[in-house]
């Protein structure tokens, strides 16, 4: 393809848009943003873009000043030709589109570190968005590396880092093997004498070590040969590469470190304590990195005494730290920056939702807790590794670590200090054994010293430290009945804390708290007078930040001491403000979503308490749920309508709200569904496309069914192909919340349920046996199954066989309820109709009944009948199968039945 000739004039107009792009003057900016806009009407403008990145380089004898705005000129031109192809690149002509992946290149080896980046950022990107290309690029670039050119080397490497870091995985799985040719490329430039290179090389070749990929391990050896001839070197780059090369190969290798481990790990000590952040942060990854315990035992003993100081001494606050720090002591009054306040969204959990753990980072508690900064450091990092050691050593680290905690809890330094403090919150769960004998006296200095220091950083994390604690703190036997030793004297501490006046303090007291709260429970009944005069005090003293750790902190309480927060005098202190803030929000705000999560607790825990307040409530959750559906429906309809289109966040924490009200008021909030189309939005929910809304609408089908019956039963017709269709999702909380209410829909519909049973049958059957299927969805099919065959026992029972086993499994672990009674007896119906049914499993039925702690009278009677049935349908064979049963189980069977 001939080279492209541009029209000067239109090249001169496009250089001088590029021009004024630089001005600082907003309406400038915004003009030069609409007249690119119109540019790209036209395809031909990406063909000028590239002209200016790779032909207009700078003349020989040009003042410098000059060629660095040119080549500003020249990198912007890049960027929005990248820019183009990454939002546009499909509507381009095929012409183009090959011109461009032509010459992209050309400028690889430019004098500019600039337009060598700029190359390296367009190459990258045609690679994601145009496929086709990324074989013939990465056989282009490893061509320039033997170029000899040092400009072009740099350059065709620093392209070659930019594609792998964006593409590895998929480069790896080329059928052609790419990396056959890539990897020695990479191996042989780490050797060369230019130190750029060296970097860029090693960091290109440690995006390749992943596990369970091949590409790169036939070269793991090679690799991890030259990261030990790298790894004195003084450059500080290429000792960061060389560090973040061993903690992969340890993740993804460790056989090919193994022989080298005892000058490795020495290494990395040394690497864990370099003056360089960066490289001292990789290092310390290290000792994360040994994920499997038996391996950290292997190699790790002997140097502990090395470690452990050494991270001890990574958790401590650096110089520039320590100012900033500093600079804040009470600052309460100082307004929030918007930008500090991290964007607001539902939380994904509706109240019969399966809990799914945060797993996708181990390391999170340190990524906020202990110092109020989202930032991934040495600090956390260094804490996270105490953490992980004090599992995996567990009191075996104690003699080395409490000597050096309790210097650090006694220096009046106070640094050090909050270094201890921190160290012991790190350990609480690997070394919490040997540390029972010292928490009394460290409890009690925590509590009544460092909750009160001078410095607001050390308040900040004795709040988390303690909280780490509260298990034990809440389940110390009492002194007296009822008194709990620590308890009081942490309450009150750690509310005066509450209403500190840093605002770090707030945050981690706050967040503490609601720690205390989950783990003391009813517990904290005799203090809500004071617990509740402390947060409600709150409202008026936190910023919009801390406000809404509030609101998280207020819902635990609700849904930790539930009814008994249901008092007048309670209600008349907490609601008010509330109220206040609930009218002071428009019904676009973001900060709804804390605001109506707490007060879903509230709603649940109050019960009829809650009703002065609920018409006003009930209107606006059924408002956002109208605004919300009406706004996609109309952009459905018309895709141009002049329309933002609201987030659905506002349906979650609505429906969620609406759950609450109906568990907490049940048929007092009749009324209020009555005359309204509620059940109409609901079933809107039922059929969105998010998956989190209709988890929500599926938890308040089921709390509606309960409390409200007759509302919801004229629109069964249409809800049971919903349900159907969500037990059929990959959408675990979806499916889990679709069966619960279907459970509950079954226990008020009876036998007219009838016709649907087939179908719904089929998908829990399916569910149930399931593997890796999460315990609470297999505890509510299970549930569900046992209700089903409580209503259609005849069309249920001759499917026992099917589900028992797992059934019974299940069923075991469930704590006696409601729940679990209608369940049994819906069993008990179907094994008399079908005991043949149970005959496979019956060992596990025992099992299941034995379970009981508090069993109803007439379902024992229930038992004893299917139990004596099944004994004497055995006949003379009935000892022999009976010893075959646990010891502990046969002695139970024989106490409560006489079996």
């Keep these: 393809m001939a080279m492209f000739q541009p029209d000067q004039k239109w090249l001169d107009e496009i250089l001088m848009l590029l021009s004024e792009s630089q001005s600082p003057n907003r309406d400038i900016q915004m003009k030069v943003q609409e007249t690119i806009e119109h540019y790209n009407q036209s395809p031909d403008f990406n063909m000028y873009l590239l002209h200016i990145l790779t032909q207009m380089k700078p003349v020989d004898g040009e003042d410098p000043a000059t060629t660095q705005r040119r080549d500003a000129l020249r990198s912007l031109a890049g960027i929005i030709l990248k820019n183009n192809i990454r939002i546009r690149y499909e509507t381009f002509p095929p012409n183009i589109r090959e011109y461009i992946k032509m010459n992209c290149q050309i400028c690889i080896g430019d004098r500019s570190p600039l337009i060598r980046a700029t190359v390296g950022i367009l190459v990258t990107t045609l690679c994601l968005y145009d496929k086709t290309v990324m074989e013939s690029f990465l056989h282009n670039l490893c061509q320039l590396v033997d170029s000899g050119d040092e400009l072009v080397v740099e350059g065709a490497v620093g392209a070659l880092n930019k594609v792998c870091e964006d593409s590895a995985h998929q480069i790896t799985q080329m059928p052609s093997q790419p990396l056959n040719t890539v990897i020695p490329k990479l191996i042989q430039l780490c050797a060369c004498d230019r130190p750029r290179v060296v970097v860029l090389a090693l960091g290109t070749l440690n995006h390749f070590i992943m596990k369970e990929t091949t590409g790169m391990m036939q070269f793991a050896q090679a690799f991890a040969e030259t990261l030990f001839q790298l790894a004195n070197n003084d450059i500080t780059e290429v000792r960061l590469r060389v560090c973040q090369g061993m903690v992969k190969l340890l993740e993804a290798k460790i056989d090919i470190l193994v022989p080298q481990m005892d000058n490795i790990i020495p290494y990395m000590l040394m690497c864990t304590q370099h003056p360089d952040q960066k490289v001292a942060l990789e290092a310390c990854e290290f000792w994360l990195a040994f994920a499997d315990p038996q391996t950290a035992w292997e190699y790790l003993p002997k140097y502990l005494d090395q470690l452990i100081p050494t991270l001890l001494k990574g958790m401590r606050y650096s110089e520039s730290d320590q100012i900033l720090l500093c600079a804040d002591e009470d600052n309460h009054m100082i307004p929030d920056r918007e930008e500090d306040i991290a964007p607001q969204h539902a939380k994904i959990s509706a109240r019969k939702a399966v809990e799914v753990a945060d797993s996708d980072d181990e390391n999170d508690e340190y990524g906020d807790e202990n110092d109020g900064s989202l930032e991934w450091n ?159 005090a709150a409202f008026d003293k936190y910023q919009h930040k801390n406000l809404l750790i509030l609101y998280d902190a207020i819902g635990t309480l609700a849904d930790c001491v539930t009814s008994c927060l249901n008092q007048p005098q309670y209600i008349e202190v907490i609601m008010p403000p509330f109220i206040v803030k609930w009218n002071q929000l428009p019904d676009d705000s973001r900060d709804l979503f804390p605001l109506l999560e707490c007060l879903s607790s509230l709603a649940s825990a109050l019960g009829i308490g809650f009703l002065p307040y609920a018409e006003g409530v009930f209107e606006r959750c059924n408002r956002l749920l109208h605004s919300t559906l009406h706004a996609y429906q109309t952009l459905s309809q018309d895709p141009n309508a002049n329309i933002v289109p609201p987030d659905k966040d506002f349906m979650i924490v609505a429906l969620d709200l609406l759950s609450g009200m109906a568990e907490g008021l049940g048929s007092d909030l009749e009324s209020l569904v009555a005359n309204s189309h509620l059940m109409l939005l609901i079933m809107e929910c039922m059929k969105d496309p998010v998956p989190e809304v209709r988890q929500s609408a599926f938890a308040l089908l089921g709390d509606l069914t309960k409390a409200c019956w007759p509302h919801v039963k004229p629109h069964i017709q249409v809800i049971l192909p919903c349900v159907s269709q969500n037990l059929d999702t990959n959408y675990i909380s979806v499916c889990n919340n679709a069966c619960w209410a279907f459970g509950e829909v079954a226990m008020k519909f009876g036998p007219e349920i009838q016709p649907s049973v087939p179908v719904i049958l089929t998908h829990l059957v399916k569910i149930i046996n399931r593997e890796h299927t999460p315990k609470t969805l297999i505890e509510n099919c299970a549930i569900t199954l046992g209700r089903l065959g409580l209503v259609c026992p005849r069309e249920v029972a001759p499917h026992l066989e099917l589900f028992m086993l797992p059934w019974c499994q299940s069923m075991r672990n469930i704590h006696d309820n409601g729940e679990k009674d209608s369940a049994f007896r819906g069993v008990c119906h179907m094994i008399m109709l079908n005991p043949e049914g149970v005959d496979r499993t019956f060992l596990w039925f025992c099992d299941a009944v034995a379970s009981w702690q508090n069993v109803e009278p007439d379902l024992d009677d229930m038992f004893k009948t299917i139990l004596m049935a099944f004994k004497q349908r055995i006949g003379a064979n009935w000892d022999s199968f009976f010893m075959q049963f646990p010891d502990v189980l046969r002695h139970r069977l024989q106490e409560k039945y006489g079996l």
């Design 378 to 536: 040495l600090r956390k990092c260094s804490a996270a590794a105490l953490d992980y050691l004090a599992v995996v050593f567990q009191d075996h680290l104690l003699p080395i670590l409490l000597p050096l905690i309790e210097k650090d809890l006694q220096s009046e330094n106070w640094v050090e200090r909050e270094c201890g403090i921190l160290a012991l919150g790190a350990i609480s769960e690997g070394c919490m054994n040997g540390m029972l004998e010292f928490l009394p006296g460290l409890v009690v200095f925590l509590i009544d010293h460092c909750l009160g220091d001078a410095k607001s950083i050390v308040r900040s994390i004795t709040c988390w430290t303690l909280s780490r604690y509260s298990q034990w703190i809440v389940t110390t036997p009492p002194e007296q009945e009822g008194q709990y030793p620590y308890l009081r004297n942490l309450i009150e501490k750690m509310l005066e804390c509450v209403l500190d006046n840093n605002k770090r303090v707030q945050e981690a007291a706050c967040s503490a708290f609601a720690t205390l709260e989950e783990e003391a429970g009813t517990r904290l009944v005799p203090y809500l007078d004071d617990i509740l005069k402390y947060l409600v």
